[in-house]
Protein backbone atom coordinates (compact mmCIF):
# COMPACT_ATOMS: atom_id res chain seq x y z
CA UNK A 1 0.00 0.00 0.00
CA UNK A 2 1.16 3.58 -0.72
CA UNK A 3 0.92 6.17 1.48
CA UNK A 4 0.12 9.70 1.20
CA UNK A 5 2.84 12.05 2.53
CA UNK A 6 1.63 15.68 4.44
CA UNK A 7 4.47 18.02 5.15
CA UNK A 8 3.28 20.10 7.97
CA UNK A 9 3.01 23.66 6.54
CA UNK A 10 5.84 25.44 8.58
CA UNK A 11 8.66 23.17 6.46
CA UNK A 12 10.93 24.64 4.12
CA UNK A 13 14.37 24.54 3.13
CA UNK A 14 14.19 28.39 3.71
CA UNK A 15 13.30 27.54 7.24
CA UNK A 16 16.76 25.33 8.09
CA UNK A 17 19.31 27.57 6.40
CA UNK A 18 22.20 25.02 7.46
CA UNK A 19 21.03 21.99 6.31
CA UNK A 20 22.90 22.13 2.66
CA UNK A 21 21.23 21.62 -0.83
CA UNK A 22 22.48 18.05 -1.16
CA UNK A 23 21.76 16.94 2.40
CA UNK A 24 17.81 18.58 1.77
CA UNK A 25 17.71 16.68 -2.05
CA UNK A 26 19.12 12.94 0.35
CA UNK A 27 16.12 13.83 2.66
CA UNK A 28 13.61 14.66 0.81
CA UNK A 29 14.37 11.37 -1.39
CA UNK A 30 14.82 9.58 1.57
CA UNK A 31 11.14 10.67 2.68
CA UNK A 32 9.57 10.31 -1.02
CA UNK A 33 11.56 6.14 -1.54
CA UNK A 34 11.31 4.85 1.52
CA UNK A 35 8.37 6.46 3.58
CA UNK A 36 6.10 6.32 0.71
CA UNK A 37 5.94 2.48 0.34
CA UNK A 38 6.70 1.39 3.82
CA UNK A 39 7.00 3.66 6.65
CA UNK A 40 7.30 0.95 9.40
CA UNK A 41 10.08 -1.00 7.71
CA UNK A 42 12.15 2.16 7.95
CA UNK A 43 11.70 4.61 10.59
CA UNK A 44 12.01 3.44 14.42
CA UNK A 45 8.99 4.48 17.35
CA UNK A 46 9.83 6.89 19.72
CA UNK A 47 9.21 7.05 23.30
CA UNK A 48 7.90 9.35 26.39
CA UNK A 49 6.94 12.64 24.77
CA UNK A 50 6.72 11.56 21.07
CA UNK A 51 4.96 8.05 21.36
CA UNK A 52 2.99 7.92 18.33
CA UNK A 53 5.97 9.29 16.20
CA UNK A 54 8.33 7.64 14.43
CA UNK A 55 11.94 8.38 13.03
CA UNK A 56 14.40 8.29 10.02
CA UNK A 57 17.76 8.91 9.90
CA UNK A 58 18.76 10.50 6.73
CA UNK A 59 22.54 11.83 7.15
CA UNK A 60 23.66 13.33 9.99
CA UNK A 61 19.10 14.19 10.54
CA UNK A 62 16.29 12.72 11.91
CA UNK A 63 13.10 12.86 10.00
CA UNK A 64 9.84 12.75 12.41
CA UNK A 65 7.04 11.45 11.24
CA UNK A 66 3.93 9.94 12.03
CA UNK A 67 1.50 7.93 10.25
CA UNK A 68 -2.37 8.03 10.17
CA UNK A 69 -4.43 6.23 8.15
CA UNK A 70 -2.51 5.95 4.76
CA UNK A 71 -0.74 9.16 4.95
Not at 8 to 15: M, N, R, S
Not at 42 to 51: A, C, D, I, M, T
Request: net charge positive; charged share 30%; with cysteine.
Amino acid sequence: MDYNIIYHPKIKTDDIPHITSSDCDLIQRAIEQRLVFDPLKYGFPLRWGLKGYRKLRVVDYRVIYQIANNE
